[in-house]
């Protein structure tokens, strides 16, 4: 199908083209490359999401009491799972953010540090918005005994 207008416009819809092949392959080149570039930009953007300490009450400090049910050592951040009583007695499952795996090994820490059914003590930065979600801060005894980082 072949349209042509007034000003010498035509607009071929036939499939063929007049391009070399070393054009289309130019062609085919700088799709490729934008592509690509789109791919690693649309990548880059969860790194930008990082939060910090920004969930974190850095004013308060809470001291969690309780039996580890889960350890996570892994990238982008380390993870503790903790079931322990509140005031009331009720069992509140506590999550405890660490840094990254890296960071963590650098001050002692190892990927066996925290066992099922340890019991811990462990000093933490409370989230703001009342969920029982921490941050490391302080002292940690596990099964009664203190770490010390290196």
């Known amino acids: 199908m072949v349209?042509?207008?007034?000003?010498?416009?035509?607009?071929d819809f036939s499939g063929e083209s007049d391009e070399t092949p070393a054009e289309k392959?130019?062609?085919t080149k700088i799709h490729m490359v934008f592509l690509l570039f789109a791919g690693v930009l649309a990548g880059a953007f969860?790194?930008?999401?990082?939060h910090g300490n920004a969930s974190y009450d850095?004013?308060?400090?809470?001291t969690i009491k309780g039996t580890v049910t889960q350890y996570m050592w892994a990238n982008p951040h380390v993870f503790l799972k903790v079931d322990g009583p509140d005031e009331s007695g009720k069992t509140v499952n506590w999550i405890i953010e660490g840094q990254n795996a890296v960071?963590?090994?650098?001050?002692g820490w190892t990927k066996n540090m925290f066992k099922p059914?340890?019991?811990?003590?462990?000093?933490?930065?409370?989230?703001k918005n009342g969920r029982p979600i921490a941050r490391f801060k302080g002292r940690i005894f596990i099964n009664?005994?203190?770490?010390?980082p290196s």
Do not use: C, W, Y
Request: net charge neutral.
């Open 25 to 27: 392959l130019m062609k």
């Open 144 to 148: 009664g005994q203190e770490f010390k």
């Open 46 to 50: 969860p790194l930008l999401a990082h």
């Open 103 to 107: 960071t963590q090994a650098g001050q």
């Open 3 to 11: 349209i042509t207008f007034q000003a010498n416009t035509t607009l």
């Open 58 to 62: 850095t004013s308060r400090s809470v």
């Open 117 to 127: 059914g340890d019991q811990v003590v462990i000093e933490a930065t409370p989230a």
